[in-house]
């Protein structure tokens, strides 16, 4: 069975917000929008997103480093917001593994939101029905689309390519290889939803130099005492040192 999701790697996103602010623009004018928005440039604006992003400090003063965690609906294989919905409006595809909502069934109860343990589902205040992420479901299928563009809007603009999208089912995939090699994990296990989104956790980042690189007049990791040396002398060696 296919399992659709969204892989994102903490070691590379930048908080730069372009799969927030690419989500909100892709699914106010596609099937899922429009999406709400209330007072937008004022002092206290209010509006629907599918796709945040928080960002945290972590560490000990002066030890910190800034952490930037994207976050929307994880499309759990066990989806706890699809059996406490009354009408049928949250389902779960069988096909993708998509989990959806029916705005035509929905009645904005939020009993869904409730029983997300992540809080991946708001109100659309206008509409009075409740929003999730959908994986760009619209997108995706999109057979008008060129073949390397059918893929949810976030990962499209991410700028670091953050944010990678497949079948987690699929051993031989992107997504099942960059988590099975690099220890993506489920966020919050313990509550049993098996999540099918994953997170790629921080890491120490191999620095690939080539020889050519060491020569440069800017070279960051030039040495005082290597200065007096011609180019044809100075050895890998020395610059590493």
């Not at 937008?40 to 972590?58: A, I, S």
């Not at 993708?96 to 009993?111: A, Q, T």
């Not at 051993?171 to 997170?199: C, F």
């Amino acid at each position: 069975m296919t399992q659709l999701a969204l892989v994102i790697d903490l070691n590379v996103c930048v908080g730069c917000h372009a799969c927030v602010t690419s989500c909100k623009q892709w699914n106010t004018s596609g099937a899922a929008g429009p999406l709400f928005d209330d007072n937008p440039y004022g002092k206290d604006p209010t509006g629907t997103f599918f796709n945040r992003v928080q960002t945290y400090e972590v560490g000990n003063y002066p030890n910190t480093e800034t952490i930037h965690f994207p976050k929307s609906c994880l499309h759990c294989e066990d989806a706890p917001c699809v059996p406490v919905c009354p009408t049928g409006a949250s389902y779960k595809r069988e096909n993708d593994g998509i989990v959806l909502v029916d705005y035509d069934k929905c009645i904005g109860c939020k009993y869904c939101s409730w029983a997300c343990p992540y809080g991946a589902r708001e109100l659309d205040e206008k509409e009075q029905v409740m929003t999730k992420c959908t994986l760009c479901v619209d997108r995706i299928y999109d057979e008008s689309l060129p073949e390397a563009e059918r893929k949810p809007a976030c990962v499209m603009a991410c700028p670091t390519n953050a944010r990678l999208f497949g079948d987690v089912h699929d051993p031989d995939s992107e997504v099942s290889v960059a988590i099975r090699e690099q220890g993506g994990y489920q966020l919050m296990p313990e509550w049993g939803t098996k999540p099918a989104n994953h997170y790629l956790p921080r890491r120490k980042t191999k620095m690939h130099i080539h020889e050519d690189e060491l020569v440069r007049v800017d070279n960051p990791l030039k040495k005082e005492d290597i200065r007096h040396k011609t180019t044809k002398d100075v050895t890998l060696d020395d610059w590493l040192l």
